[in-house]
């Protein structure tokens, strides 16, 4: 819904068309200090060797359990630029 506050991008870092750091890039003109959790099936080294993520980014690696990703959706929310906003 238009105007409703935005807590967190969940987003795939390979995507066709637009990378997820570059949708992050896109929302976070509209929502600065948005926080962002990644999913990937590539590893964070090699995301990070390629250039498609800084080391510091959170990302929950495929596959995963739902525990897991509810651990890193909780660790996203507590992230300092989650606690900033």
Do not use: C, N, W
């Amino acid at each position: 819904e238009k105007g409703m506050p935005v807590d967190l991008l969940f987003t795939d870092v390979i995507m066709p068309g637009m990378s997820g750091p570059q949708l992050a890039d896109a929302a976070r003109e509209l929502h600065p200090g948005l926080p962002v959790l990644y999913a990937s099936g590539y590893t964070g080294d090699a995301l990070a060797r390629h250039g498609e993520l800084a080391p510091d980014v959170l990302l929950l690696l495929k596959p995963y359990r739902a525990r897991e990703l509810a651990r890193a959706l909780r660790r996203a929310l507590r992230s300092p630029v989650a606690a900033a906003r």
